[in-house]
């Protein structure tokens, strides 16, 4: 099965088109139409809870210290073509309830920030509120990926307050700085295009990833020594 993406858009081969369609269980998925609109409501409104709460977070830095750690916040909703080829790629059954039982990146959050320490921060205001609940961490900064890709990854789930319930829901929430997600970007398109030697490539983008942690680090450094010279000048 292979699988191609730009943009939003997903598209897959004739194999594994005729291998979901020709599986009894796609039946039962779009049968629960209802119930599948119903949970994409809520992870939309789980979305909104934790953008929310980022947003105050950078108000409050704002206001306090007169900075804003937060560049952007960017939301993505995973689409049903999405959901419906990771259930298939994993052996899961397609319906509603296997969607939130068992995949935890159909509602996404990215933050980004201008500095790694930024990231830090955000990230122990969010996990030190006691309605988020961690369910899993992942420091691709501290420990990046083969490739050279940083960024730190959580798995949260927020309560959304419905008109006869309070329901948990998961979130996933990427805290990246400026660089890592500029870096991110052009390896997802540069990377995929033909015509280039594989493995030199691979070298090439690491070396980039490098040079990008690098400027951060000393971006970081710069402000610092200038927050020393404001304090001294107090």
Same mark, same amino acid.
């Given at each position: 099965? @292979? ?7 997903? &598209?897959?081969? #004739? ?6 369609? @020709?599986? #009894? ?12 609109? *119903? ?12 953008? *929310? ?6 108000? !409050?830095?704002?206001?306090? &210290? !007169? ?7 960017? *939301? ?18 397609? @319906?509603?309830? @296997?969607?939130? #039982? $068992?995949?935890? !990146? ?11 320490? !930024?990231?830090? +921060? %955000? ?6 509120? #006691? ?8 420091? &691709?900064?501290? $420990? ?5 890709? /940083? ?12 008109? $006869?319930?309070? /329901? &948990? ?13 500029? =870096?991110?970007? %052009? ?33 970081? $450094?710069?402000?610092?020594? +200038?927050?020393?010279?404001? =304090?001294?000048?107090?």
């Amino acid at each position: 099965m @292979s699988q191609t993406e730009t943009g939003n858009e997903l &598209y897959f081969d #004739d194999s594994f088109m005729e291998s979901l369609m @020709s599986n #009894d269980s796609i039946g039962k998925f779009i049968e629960q139409g209802e119930a599948f609109r *119903t949970l994409m409501a809520y992870y939309k409104c789980a979305i909104m809870e934790i953008e *929310t709460k980022f947003n105050v977070l950078n108000e !409050d830095f704002s206001a306090e &210290y !007169d900075r804003n750690p937060i560049e952007t916040v960017k *939301t993505r909703l995973k689409t049903p073509e999405s959901i419906i080829e990771k259930l298939h790629r994993k052996g899961l059954p397609f @319906s509603a309830e @296997s969607i939130e #039982d $068992n995949l935890n !990146d159909i509602a996404g959050i990215r933050v980004v920030c201008a500095f790694p320490e !930024d990231i830090y +921060l %955000l990230s122990e205001c969010l996990l030190q509120q #006691d309605d988020i609940r961690l369910i899993k961490k992942k420091d &691709y900064i501290a $420990n990046p990926k083969p490739n050279g890709y /940083r960024s730190l990854h959580l798995i949260v789930e927020v309560p959304i307050f419905l008109h $006869n319930e309070k /329901r &948990y829901m998961k979130v996933e929430v990427q805290l990246r700085t400026i660089a890592m997600d500029f =870096w991110a970007s %052009l390896e997802h398109q540069i990377y995929y295009k033909k015509g280039h030697n594989a493995e030199e490539l691979r070298n090439e983008l690491k070396s980039c990833a490098e040079i990008s942690a690098a400027l951060d680090l000393r971006m970081q $450094n710069i402000r610092a020594q +200038l927050d020393e010279e404001v =304090w001294e000048d107090e």
